[in-house]
T-cell receptor, first 113, second 111 residues
Framework: KAGVTQTPRYLIKTRGQQVTLSCSPI?????VSWYQQTPGQGLQFLFE???????NKGNFPGRFSGRQFSNSRSEMNVSTLELGDSALYLC????????????FGPGTRLTVL | DAKTTQPNSMESNEEEPVHLPCNHS???????IHWYRQLPSQGPEYVIH???SNVNNRMASLAIAEDRKSSTLILHRATLRDAAVYYC????????????FGQGTRLTINP
Protein backbone atom coordinates (compact mmCIF):
# COMPACT_ATOMS: atom_id res chain seq x y z
CA LYS A 1 0.00 0.00 0.00
CA ALA A 2 1.50 3.35 -1.03
CA GLY A 3 2.10 5.86 1.74
CA VAL A 4 1.07 9.48 2.00
CA THR A 5 2.58 11.50 -0.80
CA GLN A 6 3.19 15.23 -0.82
CA THR A 7 4.13 17.46 -3.70
CA PRO A 8 6.26 19.34 -4.23
CA ARG A 9 8.94 18.27 -1.76
CA TYR A 10 10.73 21.60 -1.87
CA LEU A 11 9.54 25.06 -2.78
CA ILE A 12 11.07 28.53 -2.76
CA LYS A 13 8.82 31.57 -2.90
CA THR A 14 9.16 35.27 -2.22
CA ARG A 15 7.21 37.40 0.21
CA GLY A 16 3.75 38.32 -0.99
CA GLN A 17 3.36 35.36 -3.27
CA GLN A 18 0.94 32.52 -2.70
CA VAL A 19 1.58 28.80 -2.68
CA THR A 20 -0.43 25.60 -3.03
CA LEU A 21 0.73 22.33 -1.56
CA SER A 22 -0.77 18.95 -2.38
CA CYS A 23 -1.30 15.78 -0.36
CA SER A 24 -2.50 12.38 -1.49
CA PRO A 25 -3.59 10.19 1.44
CA ILE A 26 -3.25 6.45 1.73
CA UNK A 27 -5.84 4.70 -0.40
CA UNK A 28 -9.05 4.29 1.59
CA UNK A 29 -8.25 7.02 4.10
CA UNK A 30 -10.87 9.74 4.17
CA UNK A 31 -9.33 12.11 6.69
CA VAL A 32 -6.41 14.42 5.98
CA SER A 33 -4.70 16.72 8.46
CA TRP A 34 -2.09 19.39 7.89
CA TYR A 35 0.68 20.46 10.26
CA GLN A 36 3.33 23.15 10.20
CA GLN A 37 6.74 22.43 11.68
CA THR A 38 9.22 25.17 12.52
CA PRO A 39 12.29 25.13 14.77
CA GLY A 40 10.74 27.70 17.08
CA GLN A 41 7.15 26.47 17.39
CA GLY A 42 7.57 22.77 16.70
CA LEU A 43 4.71 20.84 15.15
CA GLN A 44 1.44 22.74 15.05
CA PHE A 45 -1.93 21.61 13.78
CA LEU A 46 -3.34 23.61 10.87
CA PHE A 47 -6.60 21.92 9.89
CA GLU A 48 -8.26 18.59 9.24
CA UNK A 49 -10.64 17.50 6.51
CA UNK A 50 -13.00 14.57 6.34
CA UNK A 51 -15.18 13.81 3.34
CA UNK A 52 -14.47 17.24 1.82
CA UNK A 53 -15.49 19.08 5.01
CA UNK A 54 -13.19 20.91 7.39
CA UNK A 55 -13.75 19.40 10.82
CA ASN A 56 -11.04 21.07 12.87
CA LYS A 57 -8.97 24.18 12.51
CA GLY A 58 -5.87 25.28 14.37
CA ASN A 59 -4.92 28.76 15.44
CA PHE A 60 -3.56 30.13 12.18
CA PRO A 61 -4.50 33.29 10.27
CA GLY A 62 -6.97 33.22 7.42
CA ARG A 63 -4.10 33.30 4.91
CA PHE A 64 -3.88 29.57 5.51
CA SER A 65 -6.66 27.62 3.86
CA GLY A 66 -7.29 24.16 2.57
CA ARG A 67 -9.69 21.93 0.79
CA GLN A 68 -10.32 18.28 0.13
CA PHE A 69 -11.53 16.69 -3.05
CA SER A 70 -13.94 13.81 -3.55
CA ASN A 71 -11.02 11.40 -3.98
CA SER A 72 -9.72 12.49 -0.54
CA ARG A 73 -6.73 14.32 -1.97
CA SER A 74 -6.15 17.59 -0.20
CA GLU A 75 -4.52 20.91 -0.95
CA MET A 76 -3.49 23.70 1.33
CA ASN A 77 -2.95 27.26 0.22
CA VAL A 78 -1.02 30.06 1.84
CA SER A 79 -1.61 33.53 0.45
CA THR A 80 0.49 36.65 0.87
CA LEU A 81 3.50 34.71 2.08
CA GLU A 82 5.57 36.05 4.97
CA LEU A 83 9.11 35.13 5.96
CA GLY A 84 7.72 33.36 9.02
CA ASP A 85 5.80 30.93 6.83
CA SER A 86 9.06 29.18 6.01
CA ALA A 87 8.53 25.72 7.44
CA LEU A 88 8.07 22.05 6.80
CA TYR A 89 4.42 21.39 5.99
CA LEU A 90 3.30 17.89 6.85
CA CYS A 91 0.20 16.05 5.80
CA UNK A 92 -1.25 13.08 7.64
CA UNK A 93 -4.07 10.70 6.83
CA UNK A 94 -6.00 8.13 8.79
CA UNK A 95 -8.81 5.73 8.12
CA UNK A 96 -12.01 6.18 10.06
CA UNK A 97 -11.72 5.96 13.82
CA UNK A 98 -10.84 9.14 15.68
CA UNK A 99 -8.06 7.42 17.59
CA UNK A 100 -6.61 5.65 14.59
CA UNK A 101 -2.93 5.83 13.86
CA UNK A 102 -2.12 8.81 11.67
CA UNK A 103 0.24 8.28 8.77
CA PHE A 104 2.45 11.21 7.84
CA GLY A 105 3.94 12.12 4.51
CA PRO A 106 7.54 13.32 4.08
CA GLY A 107 6.48 16.95 4.03
CA THR A 108 6.98 19.94 1.77
CA ARG A 109 9.83 22.24 2.71
CA LEU A 110 8.75 25.82 1.97
CA THR A 111 11.29 28.61 2.00
CA VAL A 112 10.08 32.19 1.76
CA LEU A 113 12.69 34.76 0.72
CA ASP B 1 -5.72 20.16 25.58
CA ALA B 2 -4.07 18.19 28.35
CA LYS B 3 -0.32 18.74 28.40
CA THR B 4 2.61 16.40 28.57
CA THR B 5 6.13 16.99 29.88
CA GLN B 6 9.16 15.19 28.50
CA PRO B 7 12.91 15.64 28.94
CA ASN B 8 14.43 17.64 26.10
CA SER B 9 17.05 15.04 25.31
CA MET B 10 18.33 11.61 26.27
CA GLU B 11 21.27 9.54 25.25
CA SER B 12 21.79 5.80 25.22
CA ASN B 13 24.04 3.16 23.77
CA GLU B 14 23.27 0.79 20.96
CA GLU B 15 21.70 -2.54 21.97
CA GLU B 16 20.79 -1.26 25.42
CA PRO B 17 17.24 -0.63 26.64
CA VAL B 18 15.94 2.94 26.63
CA HIS B 19 13.24 4.29 28.92
CA LEU B 20 11.64 7.52 27.73
CA PRO B 21 9.49 9.16 30.42
CA CYS B 22 6.41 11.33 29.99
CA ASN B 23 4.46 13.18 32.66
CA HIS B 24 0.80 13.98 32.11
CA SER B 25 -0.56 14.93 35.50
CA UNK B 26 -3.72 16.57 34.10
CA UNK B 27 -4.76 13.52 32.07
CA UNK B 28 -8.48 12.86 32.01
CA UNK B 29 -10.20 9.52 32.19
CA UNK B 30 -10.90 9.47 28.47
CA UNK B 31 -7.39 10.41 27.32
CA UNK B 32 -5.36 7.81 25.49
CA ILE B 33 -1.58 8.04 25.63
CA HIS B 34 0.01 7.97 22.19
CA TRP B 35 3.65 7.99 21.19
CA TYR B 36 4.97 9.12 17.85
CA ARG B 37 8.54 9.55 16.73
CA GLN B 38 10.15 11.63 14.02
CA LEU B 39 13.29 10.33 12.39
CA PRO B 40 15.61 12.86 10.75
CA SER B 41 14.18 14.32 7.54
CA GLN B 42 10.95 12.36 7.83
CA GLY B 43 7.40 12.93 9.00
CA PRO B 44 6.35 11.58 12.39
CA GLU B 45 5.42 7.92 12.66
CA TYR B 46 3.19 6.14 15.12
CA VAL B 47 4.90 4.02 17.75
CA ILE B 48 2.33 2.80 20.26
CA HIS B 49 -0.66 3.85 22.34
CA UNK B 50 -2.52 2.75 25.46
CA UNK B 51 -5.23 3.72 27.92
CA UNK B 52 -4.63 2.00 31.26
CA SER B 53 -2.81 -1.28 30.77
CA ASN B 54 0.74 -1.75 29.62
CA VAL B 55 1.03 -2.39 25.89
CA ASN B 56 3.56 -4.14 23.69
CA ASN B 57 4.09 -4.14 19.95
CA ARG B 58 6.92 -4.94 17.60
CA MET B 59 8.46 -1.50 18.01
CA ALA B 60 8.23 -0.82 21.73
CA SER B 61 6.45 -1.25 25.05
CA LEU B 62 4.38 1.30 26.89
CA ALA B 63 4.27 1.22 30.66
CA ILE B 64 1.49 3.32 32.21
CA ALA B 65 1.52 4.28 35.87
CA GLU B 66 -1.38 3.10 37.98
CA ASP B 67 -2.64 6.67 38.49
CA ARG B 68 -2.04 7.36 34.76
CA LYS B 69 -0.19 10.58 35.56
CA SER B 70 2.93 9.31 33.86
CA SER B 71 4.04 6.75 31.31
CA THR B 72 7.27 5.33 29.93
CA LEU B 73 8.08 4.28 26.40
CA ILE B 74 10.51 1.39 26.42
CA LEU B 75 12.77 0.49 23.51
CA HIS B 76 14.10 -2.90 24.48
CA ARG B 77 17.28 -2.90 22.39
CA ALA B 78 18.03 0.45 20.84
CA THR B 79 19.59 0.60 17.41
CA LEU B 80 21.09 3.56 15.57
CA ARG B 81 17.86 3.75 13.57
CA ASP B 82 15.96 4.57 16.76
CA ALA B 83 17.65 7.97 16.96
CA ALA B 84 14.72 10.36 16.65
CA VAL B 85 12.53 12.86 18.45
CA TYR B 86 9.90 11.02 20.50
CA TYR B 87 6.58 12.69 21.22
CA CYS B 88 4.14 11.72 23.95
CA UNK B 89 0.62 12.87 23.05
CA UNK B 90 -2.71 12.67 24.85
CA UNK B 91 -5.75 12.02 22.70
CA UNK B 92 -9.37 11.82 23.71
CA UNK B 93 -12.06 10.50 21.44
CA UNK B 94 -13.52 13.95 20.91
CA UNK B 95 -11.18 16.08 18.87
CA UNK B 96 -8.72 13.24 18.52
CA UNK B 97 -8.15 14.06 14.88
CA UNK B 98 -5.85 16.84 16.03
CA UNK B 99 -2.47 15.72 17.39
CA UNK B 100 -1.04 18.20 19.88
CA PHE B 101 2.72 17.82 19.80
CA GLY B 102 4.95 19.06 22.61
CA GLN B 103 8.68 19.57 22.20
CA GLY B 104 9.41 15.86 22.53
CA THR B 105 12.58 14.09 23.60
CA ARG B 106 15.52 13.97 21.24
CA LEU B 107 17.05 10.51 21.61
CA THR B 108 20.67 10.02 20.63
CA ILE B 109 22.03 6.51 20.25
CA ASN B 110 25.76 5.98 20.59
CA PRO B 111 27.39 3.13 18.62
Amino acid sequence: KAGVTQTPRYLIKTRGQQVTLSCSPISGHRSVSWYQQTPGQGLQFLFEYFSETQRNKGNFPGRFSGRQFSNSRSEMNVSTLELGDSALYLCASFALGNLDEQFFGPGTRLTVL
Amino acid sequence: DAKTTQPNSMESNEEEPVHLPCNHSTISGTDYIHWYRQLPSQGPEYVIHGLTSNVNNRMASLAIAEDRKSSTLILHRATLRDAAVYYCILRSFQGAQKLVFGQGTRLTINP
